[in-house]
């Protein structure tokens, strides 16, 4: 009656577990991985093998009195061992459903995880794509801006003539950067069209 009893406890404490593992598993599934927190999932399996361990020792103790080593024990008492370790085996085995199921739950936070952690690096890849874009244009823009500065260009133009200098200069500037654009965007068309 006592080791009953206690069999009977260790139910009511793995279906504690089992509620608890039921709510674990709903917050990772509905809040997402930003929210979820996976350590509670890593104590639930710490209290399942706890569990698992006594209840292997209890079994282990049925099967030696099940099999009828001790004279002590009549043959009338044995059929209620016979329950009792048919109830351990069973727990044995929801035990183990919980231990697989909670692999799997930490298997899907992971995959969460690496699923925003990938969207994160496709956004990143993007902003670093537009800003090298940019940077392409404006590059040899840049380069013109520096070499023809308001002295040189004056001095390779002559003092007399900056007033159409400066703005064909200007003009000039405004087609390399247009055609640095077209360019770089016939380039990624077929870039882009060649992946496919």
Known sequence: MILDHIVDNKLLAIETLQDDLDVAEEDALRRGSAAFDPSVLLELRRSLLAI????????????????????????????????IYDHLVKFVEIIEVCRELISSLLEIHLSLVNNELARLGNRTNQVVRRLTF????????????GVGGMSEWS?????????????????????????????????????TGQER
Request: net charge positive.
């Open 155 to 191: 001095m390779m133009t002559g003092p007399e003539n900056w007033r159409i200098a400066y703005p064909a200069f200007l003009a000039g500037m405004g087609v390399v950067g247009v055609i640095s654009y077209f360019i770089l965007r016939w380039l990624d068309r077929r870039g």
């Open 134 to 145: 940019i940077t392409t244009i404006f590059m040899p823009l840049s380069f013109f801006a």
């Open 52 to 83: 698992r361990e006594s209840l292997f020792h209890e079994r282990e103790i049925l099967v030696k009195i099940c099999r009828r080593d001790s004279p002590f024990i009549s043959e009338t008492s044995i059929f209620r061992f016979r329950d």
